[in-house]
């Protein structure tokens, strides 16, 4: 590429894609930004982009998608997305990394070289956690038309846990600062990350992203008879259900849960009574109150167009 006041700049990454569009006059570049991290050179380029995606490969079907800490994904066909491996690899040596770094000396040479090869491991692993979100992502976007997900930080695992107060008034341990390493490692990039491709993928392809109310509980509810439990432990593996002795994988169970409440969305949208179809017809194994019904009440009368409006937006 041809960088003002530098010149000619050859590009480690293939360009290929790119200049094909531009040739075609599917793509025009807007800007270009050049960036420096840990010794490596970026360009990134601002582009206005003529996309030519097909719709969904199956428009009609309604998918749920679990995230969680098992499995990277659980998808409620019965497909697993599973975390890379090489993350605990990386985490160990992050680590090592880490404390190096604190017995060095500010400023010293050899302080930066190890700020250096900690900021590589950092690209690094998030390059690895990046990967199967943009694999899985993608596959979603062009084979589904409706993808249903849980909404953002509701999952039990990442609440904070309870606060321990003794006589006295004052806060004890509680391992907090155990917790949020988890949330912040697992959950929190990954989750966010996973909806916001997820959303612009779905765009690209027509198809449309629901996003579960944030009362919904995907994980306590059995797939099977709509039984909901009084609580699960986020340890807990499997859902057993005592009602109907149903045992399935927690993330699937969820996942068809989420794609339960995707369908009972579409229902409602497509024929705007909410109340007749949310028990009605299709569902015949629904509890007298399902877990949609509860949100009724929860101030959100016209439900429909919020998740269309939110589809729209991506
Ligand atoms: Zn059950």
């Given at each position: 590429?041809k960088?003002?006041?530098?010149?000619?700049?050859?590009?480690?990454?293939?360009?290929?894609?790119?200049?094909?569009?531009?040739?075609?006059?599917?793509?025009?570049?807007?800007?270009?930004?050049?960036?420096?991290?840990?010794?490596?050179?970026?360009?990134?380029?601002g582009?206005?982009v003529?996309?030519?995606?097909?719709?969904a490969?199956?428009?009609?079907?309604v998918?749920g998608?679990?995230?969680?800490?098992?499995?990277l994904?659980?998808?409620?066909?019965?497909?697993?997305?599973?975390?890379?491996?090489?993350?605990?690899?990386?985490?160990?040596?992050?680590?090592?990394?880490?404390?190096?770094?604190?017995?060095?000396?500010?400023?010293?040479?050899?302080?930066?070289?190890?700020t250096?090869?900690?900021?590589?491991?950092?690209?690094?692993?998030?390059?690895?956690?990046?990967?199967?979100?943009?694999?899985?992502?993608?596959?979603?976007?062009?084979?589904?038309?409706?993808?249903?997900?849980?909404?953002l930080?509701?999952?039990?695992?990442?609440?904070?846990?309870?606060?321990?107060?003794d006589?006295?008034?004052?806060?004890?341990?509680?391992?907090?600062?155990?917790?949020?390493?988890?949330?912040?490692?697992?959950?929190?990039?990954?989750?966010?990350?996973?909806?916001?491709?997820?959303t612009?993928?779905?765009?690209?392809?027509?198809?449309?992203?629901?996003?579960?109310?944030?009362?919904?509980?995907?994980?306590?509810?059995?797939?099977?008879c709509?039984?909901?439990?009084?609580?699960?432990?986020?340890?807990?593996?499997?859902?057993?259900?005592?009602?109907?002795?149903?045992?399935?994988?927690?993330?699937?169970?969820?996942?068809?849960?989420?794609?339960?409440?995707?369908?009972?969305?579409?229902?409602?949208?497509?024929?705007?009574?909410?109340?007749?179809?949310a028990?009605?017809?299709?569902?015949?194994r629904?509890?007298?109150?399902?877990?949609?019904?509860?949100?009724?009440?929860?101030?959100?009368?016209?439900?429909?167009?919020?998740?269309?409006?939110?589809?729209?937006a991506?």
């Open positions: 590429m960088i003002p006041r530098i010149g000619v700049v050859r590009a480690k990454e293939p360009t290929s894609a790119l200049l094909g569009k531009i040739e075609t006059g599917a793509a025009r570049i807007l800007s270009a930004t050049i960036s420096q991290e840990s010794g490596r050179w970026f360009v990134s380029f582009c206005e003529e996309r030519s995606d097909r719709p490969t199956h428009p009609e079907a998918v998608v679990d995230l969680g800490v098992h499995h994904a659980a998808i409620s066909t019965g497909k697993y997305v599973d975390n890379p491996k090489a993350l605990n690899r990386y985490r160990r040596r992050m680590a090592r990394l880490q404390r190096q770094l604190s017995r060095k000396p500010k400023g010293s040479k050899r302080r930066m070289q190890t250096a090869k900690l900021t590589r491991c950092h690209r690094r692993v998030a390059n690895i956690r990046n990967d199967p979100i943009h694999k899985v992502t993608s596959h979603l976007a062009s084979t589904y038309a409706t993808v249903v997900v849980e909404d930080n509701v999952s039990g695992m990442t609440a904070a846990p309870a606060p321990k107060v006589d006295k008034g004052t806060f004890g341990r509680n391992g907090a600062a155990v917790k949020a390493g988890l949330n912040r490692s697992v959950l929190d990039t990954s989750p966010a990350t996973f909806r916001r491709q997820l612009y993928k779905l765009h690209w392809h027509h198809g449309r992203l629901i996003v579960a109310d944030r009362f919904f509980p995907s994980s306590k509810t059995c797939s099977s709509g039984e909901v439990k009084a609580k699960l432990s986020a340890s807990t593996r499997s859902y057993r259900c005592e009602n109907c002795g149903l045992e399935a994988d927690r993330g699937l169970n969820a996942a068809m849960n989420l794609a339960a409440y995707g369908r009972r969305v579409l229902d409602v949208a497509v024929s705007g009574t909410e109340t007749q179809n028990r009605g017809g299709g569902h015949p629904q509890k007298p109150k399902p877990p949609v019904k509860r949100e009724d009440g929860s101030g959100r009368p016209d439900r429909s167009v919020t998740v269309s409006s939110q589809g729209e991506a």
